[in-house]
C-alpha cells in the first residue's frame, strides 16, 4: 500500500466526533471537515447529553457549535438527524440535503407517524404477532424524540458538487438502508463520507422503509444492493462510515457483502422450499426469538432477501387476507 489511509483523513482536515446514542448501534460519527465553510457532517441524536459530547469534541479540534457554517445530512434516520436543527439554529449554518430527503425532515413528526403506520402494516402482513407489533410501536414512539425536524436551506441532486475552499465534494445518492442515503465523494482525496451506507463492522441493514415517492412497495434490499454496485465502482481510497472505523478497502467489503447476501438468499429460499411461510416465521427459524426491539429488523432481513428469490423468479407471494405467506415458485 502507497500510504496509510488512516493517515490521510486526519491530514484532510475531517475529523471523527463519536457522538452516543441511546441505540443499539452505538455511537455515530459526527464528521467535522476544517474548512471553508467549516462543515459538520450530520450531528447526532436529539439529546442533551450527545449536545454536550458535541460540543466537548468540537471544544477538542478549537470550535464551538456557534462557529459551524455548514451541516450536510447523510440520511434520514434519528440518530443522524436529531440535533441538527439545534445546531443550526445556534449558528446560523446552512443545512444541505438531497431532494429526496428534504420532504421528510421537514415534516418529521408526520413522516415518523406515517413510518410507524407503514411498519405496523408492513409487520401485521409479515406474520408478526398483533401484541408485539404493538410493542415495537410503543418503542418507535419512545425514540420519536430522539429526532426532530429540520429546515434545508440548499437543496442537493444527484451530480451536485459542494465546494468548500480546499475540497469539492460530490453528492451521490445511495438509496437502500434508508430511502434517502447520500455519500459524499472527494475525488481529488479519493475518500468517500458515506453515512450508513458501508459499515465496517456491521451490515447496513436495509429497513423496510415507507416509500416516499410513489407508492410502490419498497424493495430495500434489491434498492441497497444496486447502490453498493455503484460504490464499488467508485476510486475511493477510504470510506468514512456514520458508525465505527474508516474502510480502507471498500471493494474487497462490499464483495463479503454480496457473498453474504447470496448466502443468506439461499438459506432462506431452502426454508420456503420446505413449504409457504411467512417472513416472522421464517425470521425465527434463521435467528430464534430475538428480542422484541429487533423484530422490524429480522423482519426486514427476510423481506429483504425475499425481494431478491422473488426476483429471481424462485419465490412467489400468496395473500391470505391480511397474512403474507412466500412459496416456491
Ligand atoms: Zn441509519
Redesign the pocket.
Known amino acids: 500500500m502507497d500510504e496509510d489511509p488512516y493517515a490521510a483523513a486526519a491530514e484532510a482536515g475531517i475529523h471523527r466526533m463519536a457522538i452516543p446514542t441511546p441505540f443499539a448501534?452505538g455511537r455515530v460519527n459526527v464528521y467535522l471537515i476544517e474548512d471553508d465553510p467549516l462543515t459538520l457532517v450530520d450531528a447526532g441524536p436529539n439529546s442533551g447529553s450527545s449536545l454536550d459530547e458535541l460540543q466537548r469534541q468540537l471544544a477538542g479540534h478549537g470550535h464551538a457549535i456557534e462557529d459551524i457554517e455548514l451541516i450536510l445530512i447523510?440520511?434520514?434516520?434519528i440518530?443522524?438527524i436529531g440535533l441538527v436543527d439545534i445546531v443550526a439554529s445556534h449558528s446560523g449554518a446552512e443545512v444541505a440535503a438531497i431532494d429526496h430527503l428534504v420532504p421528510f425532515v421537514e415534516n418529521y413528526s408526520e413522516a415518523a407517524a406515517q413510518d410507524d403506520a407503514f411498519a405496523m402494516e408492513t409487520m401485521l402482513r409479515g406474520g408478526i404477532p398483533a401484541d408485539v407489533a404493538q410493542a415495537l410501536a410503543s418503542v418507535s414512539l419512545a425514540f420519536r424524540a430522539w429526532g426532530a425536524r429540520v429546515s434545508v436551506g440548499r437543496t442537493l441532486r444527484e451530480g451536485d458538487v459542494v465546494e468548500l475552499r480546499d475540497r469539492s465534494l460530490e453528492v451521490a445518492f445511495r438509496p437502500g438502508?434508508?430511502p434517502t442515503?447520500t455519500v459524499f465523494h472527494d475525488r481529488d482525496r479519493r475518500m468517500l463520507i458515506a453515512?450508513?451506507h458501508l459499515i465496517k463492522h456491521i451490515s447496513?441493514n436495509p429497513?423496510i422503509s415507507r416509500p416516499l415517492e410513489g407508492d410502490e412497495r419498497p424493495k430495500a434490499l434489491v434498492t441497497y444492493l444496486a447502490s453498493l454496485r455503484a460504490t464499488r465502482e467508485m476510486p475511493a481510497r477510504i470510506v468514512r462510515p456514520?458508525?465505527g472505523e474508516p474502510i480502507a478497502d471498500h471493494a474487497a467489503l462490499i464483495d463479503e457483502r454480496f457473498a453474504m447476501h447470496e448466502r443468506r438468499a439461499d438459506k432462506i429460499l431452502g426454508l420456503i422450499e420446505r413449504g409457504p411461510r411467512t417472513a416472522y416465521e421464517i425470521a425465527q427459524e434463521m435467528w430464534g426469538n430475538v428480542a422484541v426491539t429487533q423484530a422490524y429488523l429480522t423482519l426486514s432481513e427476510v423481506l429483504g432477501h425475499v425481494d431478491l428469490l422473488i426476483d429471481d423468479g424462485r419465490v412467489g407471494e400468496e395473500a391470505d387476507g391480511e397474512l403474507v405467506r412466500f412459496a416456491a415458485a
Do not use: E, F, M, N
Not at 74 to 77: D, E, N, Y
Open positions: 448501534v447523510t440520511h434520514q434516520h440518530d443522524h438502508h434508508s442515503d453515512g450508513d447496513s429497513l456514520g458508525h
